[in-house]
RNA sequence: GGUCCCGUAGUUCAAUGGAUAGAAUAGAAGUUUCCUAAACUUUAGAUACAAGUUCGAUUCUUGUCGGGACUACCA
């Protein structure tokens, strides 16, 4: 238990014992204390002096006295400033926190609590290569994932292909007519980008006969609707779902590379998943769901055999479920995935991550699962978070205002790559050593530019500035990291030795940030929110740097003094790797 | 039109209703005979506007102004 948590129990207790009332940890506010004041933790004592009818000086004199009498292990020293009443912790306790934890590579790691939860991520459509938004997607998936591992949950990553539909044929159609049979092989060209370029060649065509149209007097909605690429794009949708042969073996070849270019990304990124699902395989399951939902009498029929279900009375619109020509749209076959995820893992809870321009949809999907009474409806979260957006608005893939996935990676590697070769620290390194570092470096300066911010939140990423790698950035850490380890391979750490009982400003202020830390992993797992952690292990690295830079380890006072800072050491090297990788960012040995 | 989201230093981001609004970067000035200067230290700089609730508001409420998303028998 955290001295935090401590605190809180502590409080409710002498609350208790002082004014013989029943108080909850939720009567009062407790913060860490303003580094400009006396103390390590705050009571605010605002929030009591209406119920007590007494002032904040003598609640805070009285629960302070308390508080110190009573626990003195953990608070020998309080003072009250202006109704906030700061309370020391002794030296032994942060000492004893470091003893207990330093050589533990799970410090801060919660038990398995038996709990289920699916986090499904990424779900790419595979007409086109991944962007920079779908990198944010799949950082943050991944990074959830092994948040909640680390607070015991069994977790399942899941992936759901959009592998069919009106975009995949409009890229089938462009290769039929103008590909003149190349293929990725003949081109040189990875898979999904070679695809994407005739998504974006359907485009152009298709704007070129509606702007015919429209110059032979054509309204724009028919053009749009009439225009041929266009019809012959939807002939191919009804072919495809006849299984007309020529039209699936077309299907098949062209996805296929676009997996074996998505392999490639995947890799590179460091995403993978543990069940992959494929439209293709669950676009049928909503006509189970229509089925149930007209029974239940929740859906209704109209006379064109289109079927519907009325949200108005929860605010929203009236929503078609199923087409007049009997197949389900997407919303359909969502709801038909999300209760086979269910089914087949029995998941308590079912989180998917998913850009916020989908927030609609999403309310409709919960909304649809829970009137139709299904056992999974109260699990489904939508994870939900901003777009990634250029300084001149979103990225449009149609009209190739996109940063591209592979292309953010190369750059990134090559920029680490620069950096590394001018401070010229590694020249002893192997090729192949090289090569892991470069990756290493450029991926954890852009997963964790990509995870410090808040993910409900849209960033801004401007192409002309390259992300950095000074300052609040994963090679800051990576780097506090490396130079930490450094010292471990000079320095010998002695075991059962005496660290002695006194402790520097700089020394008690690392121990503090690492007593937080499994505290700042339940709070990530509560808010599904790696932002947190990243900051955490920004602030933990600032403060050791700062202490490294004022204080030797090397060549302390004396041996004891040595000792406990190697374990200080230790004990902030593991944690910050420990936090990285709950980014998905790993931590070099040198750099 | 309807629903929802967002306006914090030049820029990119922080701040469960709590103390003097934090960082990073860009700017200015420094630190290397001593554990890796991808670092450290100092300095200057911001809550769109107006009311309200509160002991206390960046945070909650209302209005104004500005920006964005969604609102397909597409997926």
Redesign the pocket.
Same mark, same amino acid.
């Given at each position: 238990m955290s001295i935090l948590h401590i605190l809180q129990k502590n409080t409710v207790e002498s609350l208790g014992l002082l004014y013989n009332q029943d108080f909850s940890e939720n009567d009062f506010?407790?913060?860490?204390?303003?580094p400009?004041?006396e103390?390590d933790y705050?009571v605010?004592l605002?929030?009591l002096?209406?119920r007590l009818k007494l002032s904040p000086d003598a609640i805070g004199n009285q629960l302070g006295a308390h508080l110190t009498k009573t626990y003195p292990a953990f608070f020998t020293g309080f003072n009250i &400033?202006?109704?906030?009443l700061?309370l020391s912790v002794p030296n032994d306790y942060w000492i004893g926190v470091l003893q207990a934890n330093y050589q533990d590579n799970c410090f801060g790691k919660h038990p398995m609590n038996g709990k289920k939860v699916m986090v499904e991520y990424s779900s790419p459509?595979t007409n086109k290569p991944l962007h920079l938004g779908h990198l944010r997607n799949n950082f943050l998936g991944w990074s959830v994932a092994e948040i909640l591992k680390a607070n015991g949950y069994e977790v399942f990553k899941s992936c759901i292909v959009?592998d069919?539909?009106?975009?995949i044929c409009k890229s089938m159609i462009a290769w039929q007519r103008f590909a003149n049979g190349s293929t990725p092989h003949s081109t040189n060209t990875k898979g999904d980008h070679f695809v994407g370029e005739y998504y974006v060649k359907f485009n152009n065509e298709y704007k070129r006969e509606v702007k015919e149209l429209t110059d032979n007097a054509m309204l724009a909605v028919d053009a749009e609707k009439n225009a041929p690429i266009m019809l012959a794009t939807q002939q191919m949708?009804l072919d495809w779902e006849a299984g007309k042969p020529d039209v699936m073996e077309l299907w098949k070849t062209m996805n296929n590379w676009v997996y074996e270019g998505f392999d490639v990304t995947y890799k590179n990124i460091g995403s993978d998943f543990d069940k992959i699902y494929y439209?293709s395989n669950t676009?049928l399951l909503g006509k189970k769901i229509v089925e149930a939902g007209l029974a239940k009498g929740v859906f209704e029929k109209?006379e064109?055999?289109?079927v519907w279900i009325d949200l108005t009375a929860a605010?929203?619109?009236r929503? &078609?479920v199923q087409?007049?020509?009997g197949?389900s749209?997407? &919303?359909t076959?969502d709801i038909g995935l999300a209760l086979q995820k269910y089914e087949e893992y029995k998941i308590d809870q079912s989180i998917y991550v998913i850009?916020?321009?989908?927030?609609?949809?999403m309310k409709v999907l919960k909304l649809i699962a829970e009137k139709l009474q299904l056992p999974n409806a109260e699990n489904i979260y939508h994870l939900s978070y901003?777009?990634v957006?250029l300084?001149s608005?979103?990225m449009k893939s149609r009209e190739g205002t996109v940063v591209d996935a592979d292309d953010m990676v190369d750059e990134m590697v090559a920029t680490?790559k620069k950096?590394?070769v001018e401070?010229g620290?590694?020249k002893d390194f192997t090729d192949e050593e090289l090569e892991s570092?470069y990756k290493t470096?450029g991926m954890g300066?852009m997963k964790f530019y990509l995870l410090?911010?808040?993910p409900?939140?849209?960033? &801004?990423?401007?192409p002309d500035?390259s992300i950095?790698?000074?300052?609040?950035?994963g090679?800051?850490v990576?780097?506090?990291y490396?130079?930490i380890?450094?010292?471990l391979r000079?320095?010998q750490l002695l075991e059962n030795t005496s660290t002695g009982r006194d402790l520097l400003k700089l020394e008690r202020e690392i121990l503090v940030a690492l007593e937080q830390y499994p505290t700042i992993i339940s709070q990530a797992a509560k808010d599904l929110n790696p932002?947190?952690i990243a900051?955490y292990v920004?602030?933990l690295?600032?403060i050791f740097?700062?202490?490294?830079?004022?204080?030797?380890?090397?060549?302390a006072e004396n041996e004891t003094k040595k000792q406990l800072?190697l374990q200080l050491a230790v004990m902030t090297a593991n944690t910050l790797k420990s936090g990285m990788q709950l980014l998905g960012i790993q931590v070099?040995?040198?750099?």
């Open positions: 506010q407790i913060n860490q204390t303003k400009e004041f103390g705050t605010v605002f929030s002096v209406k &400033i202006k109704g906030f700061n459509n959009n069919r539909g009106i975009h949708l439209e676009y109209e064109d055999g289109s605010g929203l619109d929503k &078609i087409r007049k020509d197949t749209v997407y &919303i076959q850009g916020d321009e989908q927030n609609y949809h901003g777009m957006e300084p608005g979103k680490s950096h590394t401070l620290k590694v570092l470096i300066a410090r911010v808040d409900k939140k849209k960033m &801004i990423f401007n500035e950095d790698f000074h300052g609040f950035t090679p800051f990576q780097y506090t490396a130079r380890k450094s010292i000079k320095e932002s947190s900051n920004f602030y690295a600032k740097n700062s202490f490294y830079a004022e204080h030797s380890i090397a060549n800072r070099p040995e040198r750099m």
